[in-house]
Nanobody
Framework: QVQLMESGGGLVQPGGSLRLSCAAS????????MDWYRQAQGKQRELVAG???????NYADSVKGRFTISRDNAKNTMYLQMNSLKPEDTAVYYC???????????WGQGTQVTVSS
Protein backbone atom coordinates (compact mmCIF):
# COMPACT_ATOMS: atom_id res chain seq x y z
CA GLN A 1 0.00 0.00 0.00
CA VAL A 2 1.08 3.54 -0.67
CA GLN A 3 -0.39 6.91 0.15
CA LEU A 4 0.24 9.91 -2.07
CA MET A 5 -0.05 13.58 -1.23
CA GLU A 6 0.20 16.39 -3.75
CA SER A 7 1.27 19.90 -2.85
CA GLY A 8 2.41 23.10 -4.52
CA GLY A 9 -0.73 24.16 -6.30
CA GLY A 10 -2.15 27.64 -6.17
CA LEU A 11 -3.08 30.72 -8.14
CA VAL A 12 -0.59 32.02 -10.67
CA GLN A 13 -0.69 34.52 -13.53
CA PRO A 14 -0.25 33.42 -17.13
CA GLY A 15 3.42 32.96 -17.90
CA GLY A 16 4.22 32.13 -14.31
CA SER A 17 5.62 28.96 -12.80
CA LEU A 18 4.71 26.42 -10.16
CA ARG A 19 6.35 23.27 -8.91
CA LEU A 20 4.08 20.47 -7.80
CA SER A 21 5.23 17.74 -5.46
CA CYS A 22 3.89 14.27 -4.85
CA ALA A 23 5.12 12.62 -1.69
CA ALA A 24 4.71 8.88 -1.19
CA SER A 25 4.38 7.15 2.14
CA UNK A 26 6.37 4.05 1.25
CA UNK A 27 10.09 3.46 0.84
CA UNK A 28 9.51 1.30 -2.24
CA UNK A 29 8.99 4.45 -4.28
CA UNK A 30 11.81 3.57 -6.67
CA UNK A 31 9.87 0.53 -7.89
CA UNK A 32 6.92 2.61 -9.07
CA UNK A 33 6.17 4.33 -12.31
CA MET A 34 4.74 7.76 -11.60
CA ASP A 35 2.39 9.99 -13.52
CA TRP A 36 0.77 13.39 -13.28
CA TYR A 37 -2.81 13.71 -14.44
CA ARG A 38 -5.06 16.71 -14.45
CA GLN A 39 -8.76 17.29 -14.68
CA ALA A 40 -10.21 20.62 -15.62
CA GLN A 41 -13.74 21.52 -14.62
CA GLY A 42 -16.19 19.92 -16.99
CA LYS A 43 -13.53 17.86 -18.74
CA GLN A 44 -12.17 14.35 -18.49
CA ARG A 45 -9.00 13.50 -16.65
CA GLU A 46 -5.95 13.55 -18.90
CA LEU A 47 -2.36 12.43 -18.66
CA VAL A 48 0.09 15.30 -18.30
CA ALA A 49 3.43 13.55 -17.84
CA GLY A 50 4.89 10.27 -16.71
CA UNK A 51 8.20 8.97 -15.45
CA UNK A 52 9.20 5.33 -15.22
CA UNK A 53 11.17 3.64 -12.48
CA UNK A 54 14.15 3.85 -14.83
CA UNK A 55 13.73 7.57 -15.36
CA UNK A 56 12.27 7.68 -18.85
CA UNK A 57 9.70 10.42 -19.33
CA ASN A 58 6.77 11.23 -21.53
CA TYR A 59 4.61 14.33 -21.88
CA ALA A 60 1.33 15.36 -23.33
CA ASP A 61 1.79 17.45 -26.45
CA SER A 62 0.08 20.37 -24.76
CA VAL A 63 2.81 20.67 -22.11
CA LYS A 64 5.95 19.65 -23.98
CA GLY A 65 8.67 22.23 -23.58
CA ARG A 66 6.93 23.84 -20.62
CA PHE A 67 6.60 21.10 -18.00
CA THR A 68 9.29 18.85 -16.58
CA ILE A 69 8.63 15.71 -14.56
CA SER A 70 11.26 14.37 -12.21
CA ARG A 71 11.63 12.14 -9.20
CA ASP A 72 13.81 11.95 -6.12
CA ASN A 73 13.71 8.36 -4.95
CA ALA A 74 15.64 9.12 -1.78
CA LYS A 75 12.83 11.48 -0.74
CA ASN A 76 10.01 9.32 -2.13
CA THR A 77 8.86 12.36 -4.03
CA MET A 78 7.91 13.19 -7.60
CA TYR A 79 7.84 16.70 -9.02
CA LEU A 80 6.23 18.56 -11.86
CA GLN A 81 7.92 21.82 -12.75
CA MET A 82 5.44 23.92 -14.67
CA ASN A 83 6.69 26.95 -16.57
CA SER A 84 5.03 29.36 -18.96
CA LEU A 85 1.67 28.49 -17.52
CA LYS A 86 -1.44 29.14 -19.54
CA PRO A 87 -5.07 29.55 -18.49
CA GLU A 88 -5.82 26.20 -20.11
CA ASP A 89 -3.49 24.57 -17.59
CA THR A 90 -6.05 25.32 -14.89
CA ALA A 91 -7.10 22.02 -13.36
CA VAL A 92 -6.83 19.76 -10.37
CA TYR A 93 -3.54 17.91 -10.70
CA TYR A 94 -3.33 14.34 -9.46
CA CYS A 95 -0.38 12.11 -8.72
CA UNK A 96 -0.57 8.45 -9.70
CA UNK A 97 1.75 5.61 -8.74
CA UNK A 98 1.94 2.22 -10.42
CA UNK A 99 4.05 -0.59 -8.93
CA UNK A 100 6.11 -2.65 -11.33
CA UNK A 101 4.96 -5.92 -9.76
CA UNK A 102 1.20 -5.32 -9.89
CA UNK A 103 -1.45 -3.90 -12.16
CA UNK A 104 -2.86 -1.41 -9.71
CA UNK A 105 -2.99 2.37 -9.47
CA UNK A 106 -2.68 4.60 -6.44
CA TRP A 107 -3.95 8.16 -6.56
CA GLY A 108 -3.43 11.25 -4.48
CA GLN A 109 -6.21 13.65 -3.54
CA GLY A 110 -5.14 16.32 -6.00
CA THR A 111 -3.97 19.90 -5.82
CA GLN A 112 -5.65 22.84 -7.52
CA VAL A 113 -3.73 24.88 -10.07
CA THR A 114 -5.40 28.04 -11.29
CA VAL A 115 -3.81 30.17 -14.00
CA SER A 116 -5.58 33.48 -14.33
CA SER A 117 -4.85 37.16 -14.73
Amino acid sequence: QVQLMESGGGLVQPGGSLRLSCAASRSIFSFYSMDWYRQAQGKQRELVAGISSGGSTNYADSVKGRFTISRDNAKNTMYLQMNSLKPEDTAVYYCRATPLSQVVYYWGQGTQVTVSS
